[in-house]
Each structure stands twice: as structure tokens, then as C-alpha cells.
């Protein structure tokens, strides 16, 4: 693993965010929403490291996973209580706040996504 600067990761995070953003504001569907930007948001934390990091793909993409599904257990736990952020949209947007077999899919799906890009 080496520290680097990636323009071409950047751009790729950036146009992930930005999604994201607009999927979070403006779709209130049953499928995108929960799904498309499940599966985005593993290859945004995906492209970040990849922004600032040169390392072994497949592992990095596996940490990212593993990361997530952490994250996700951790909803079915209600950890965004544990910090008082329930009440906050913002955060609680961000964090998630409930746990759904579905979303492990669609991490997995990311994951799948996050091994295409090559080293």
C-alpha cells in the first residue's frame, strides 16, 4: 500500500457524491433509493480510498465490504441512537437507521462493482 493522488478516482468519487446527493433529495422511490444507492455507496467509500491509496484492489474492495456490513448490523443495533443523532435527517440519511437483508445485497453488489476497477 502506497500514498498516491488519483485525478481519475477523484473525478469518480465526486460524480458518485454528487449521485448520491441528488438520489437522497429528489428520489423517494422503493428500488433506486434503497438499492441503487446502497450499492453506490460502497464504491463512493470505494473511490475515496482509491483517491489516496495505491493498493491491492480486491482487498481494499473486501474492506470496503466488510465495512459495510459492520455498518449494517450496527443499524439493527440503532447506533445512531447511541450518539443522539436520531432526530437529525442529515445523519441519519448518512448512517442508515434500520437493518434490511437487502441492503447486504446491494453492498455486495458495490463490492462486485468495486473489483472491476484494476490496479
Known amino acids: 500500500m502506497k500514498l498516491t493522488f488519483s ?3 477523484l473525478f469518480i468519487f ?5 449521485i ?3 438520489i437522497a433529495k429528489y428520489l423517494h422511490d422503493a428500488i433506486i ?18 483517491v489516496f491509496l495505491k493498493t491491492n484492489n ?8 466488510i465495512f459495510s456490513i459492520i455498518i449494517e448490523f450496527l443499524q439493527a443495533l440503532h ?7 436520531q432526530d437529525n435527517k442529515f445523519w441519519s440519511t448518512v448512517l442508515g437507521t434500520y437493518f ?16 472491476l476497477f484494476k490496479d
Open 7 to 9: 485525478l481519475k478516482f
Open 14 to 18: 465526486v460524480a458518485i457524491l454528487v
Open 20 to 22: 448520491e446527493i441528488l
Open 33 to 50: 433509493r434503497p438499492f441503487g444507492g446502497d450499492i453506490l455507496v460502497v464504491v463512493l467509500m470505494y473511490a475515496f480510498f482509491r
Open 58 to 65: 480486491r482487498k481494499l474492495a473486501l474492506g470496503v465490504l
Open 79 to 85: 447506533y445512531v441512537n447511541w450518539f443522539g443523532l
Open 100 to 115: 434490511t437483508v437487502y441492503d447486504l445485497l446491494a453492498y455486495f453488489v458495490g463490492y462486485l462493482i468495486c473489483l
